[in-house]
């Protein structure tokens, strides 16, 4: 069958699962590297000095082996406790330039900002679980990262 492989006279079967957590967040799209005159020019309205805020939407994928035995891929309630840890506690209601000491001399734009619960996420699963990292910034505005 295609996309599956047999082992031991059982088919494995690959699944993908999602949760999903929203949280608050300000921020201001501001580059160490550039000039003041230079950042108003590359980032226009969202480089304002007193920032602006979003109500983010985070989708945390991962992928693997559906366990014969529980049925589950993770138990999302693990992968709840992840999100959490990684995205909750460190992002909710915070300023990310300021409170985030990653956004310091990282742009918080939404590339980086999957970029950095990527990272932080992959050292709390199991190897090679963790897919995709979908933010919805705005309804209009998202960005995927898949650790390349
Ligand atoms: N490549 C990126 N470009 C931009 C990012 C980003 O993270 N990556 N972020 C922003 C801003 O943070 C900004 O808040 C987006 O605002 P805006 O364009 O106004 O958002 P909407 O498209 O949803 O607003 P509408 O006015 O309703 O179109 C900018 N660029
Ligand atoms: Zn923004």
């Known amino acids: 069958m295609a996309g599956s492989s ?22 201001r ?4 590297d550039l000039s003041d005159e230079e950042n108003k020019k590359v980032f226009g309205k969202c480089n304002n000095p007193n920032g602006h805020g979003h109500n983010y939407k985070v989708e945390v994928t ?6 014969p035995i529980t049925g589950m ?35 918080s734009t939404t590339e980086n900002l999957a970029v ?3 990272d932080n996420m992959v050292k709390t699963l199991l190897p090679n679980l963790l897919y995709e990292i ?3 910034e ?11």
């Open 6 to 27: 047999v082992s031991g006279g059982a088919t494995e079967r690959i699944g993908y699962i999602t949760r999903v957590q929203s949280f608050s967040a300000c921020h």
């Open 134 to 136: 979908k933010i919805y």
């Open 116 to 118: 950095y619960i990527w």
């Open 138 to 148: 705005t309804d209009k505005n998202i960005v995927v990262y898949r650790g390349e």
């Open 62 to 67: 991962v992928r693997g082996k559906i366990d």
């Open 73 to 107: 891929v993770m138990n999302l309630t693990d992968l709840k406790k992840c999100i959490e840890e990684v995205i909750m506690i460190p992002l909710d209601h915070k300023n990310l330039d300021k409170d985030v000491p990653y956004f310091a001399r990282v742009v």
């Open 29 to 32: 799209l501001h580059s160490v």
